[in-house]
């Protein structure tokens, strides 16, 4: 069974600074689809960015970048510039779409700090 | 375009009592899919329907849950005898399609109290 793996339950960051969440994952399969939400006090679930594993080039939206490495079957977050705005949790999350299935598959979250 | 509504927001039922979600996709979206988040936790899959078919249920608990999502009106998940172990947020989401790289856009959940 594919499994999602956020080893820090939580980080702060400055405000303007750069933070890296990281993220691996394990699974037999060669394409799949990669994904992080984030999810604020309010508890809506909110897509960051997301990334095909047939694709080599990191994804990239704005201030927020993904560092895709398969080989290693890591999918870390890098937030750049932080803003008070980005204080929420964070989820890695996996779809595979051999057999039909359309189930994300989430980490257990990180709880992101926002420093002013 | 409305985003994907779920009602109610907090539910409280006794032990024993039958809890009723629902959920409207936004307009245009036949995928429907129920996740629970416990607390601490990230959310887990419970099932995939469309328009009177449930697609996968792999992560419905065997007793006492249940799924639809009629030709007409918003998604219901249904929670008999409800035990205390059943409070958590649940939250629906949806799609137009699926297949590729879609994203499945969430509701703001509905949080479960058990007492």
């Known amino acids: 069974a594919q499994t999602v793996t956020q080893s820090q339950p939580e980080m702060s960051v400055q405000e303007a600074e750069t933070v890296t969440l990281s993220c691996t994952y394990d699974?037999?399969?060669?394409?799949?689809?990669l994904f992080w939400y984030k999810q604020p006090p309010s508890r809506q679930m909110i897509l960051v960015i997301r990334q095909e594993a047939y694709k080599q080039q990191n994804a990239t939206e704005n201030r927020f970048s993904v560092n895709f490495q398969k080989a290693a079957k890591s999918f870390s977050l890098k937030i750049s510039d932080s803003q008070l705005g980005d204080a929420a949790m964070y989820f890695c999350a996996y779809r595979d779409p051999q057999g039909g299935s359309e189930k994300l598959v989430f980490g257990k979250g990180m709880k992101l700090t926002v420093n002013p | 375009n409305a985003g994907v509504m779920q009602n109610p927001r907090h539910l409280v039922r006794r032990r024993g009592q039958e809890a009723r979600l629902r959920c409207s996709p936004m307009k245009g979206h036949s995928h429907v899919y129920w996740y629970r988040q416990l607390p601490e936790e990230g959310l887990k899959f419970m099932v995939y329907?469309?328009?009177?078919?449930?697609?996968?249920e792999s992560g419905m608990p065997k007793e006492r849950f249940s799924a639809e999502f009629p030709k007409e009106g918003p998604s219901i998940l249904r929670i008999q005898q409800v035990v205390r172990g059943d409070s958590a947020a649940y939250f629906c989401?949806?799609?137009?399609?699926?297949?590729?790289?879609?994203?499945?856009?969430f509701g703001p959940g509905t949080r479960l109290t058990v007492t």
């Open positions: 329907l469309q328009k009177e078919n449930i697609i996968d």
């Open positions: 989401a949806s799609s137009p399609t699926t297949g590729g790289l879609y994203e499945q856009y």
């Open positions: 699974t037999s399969e060669s394409d799949y689809y």
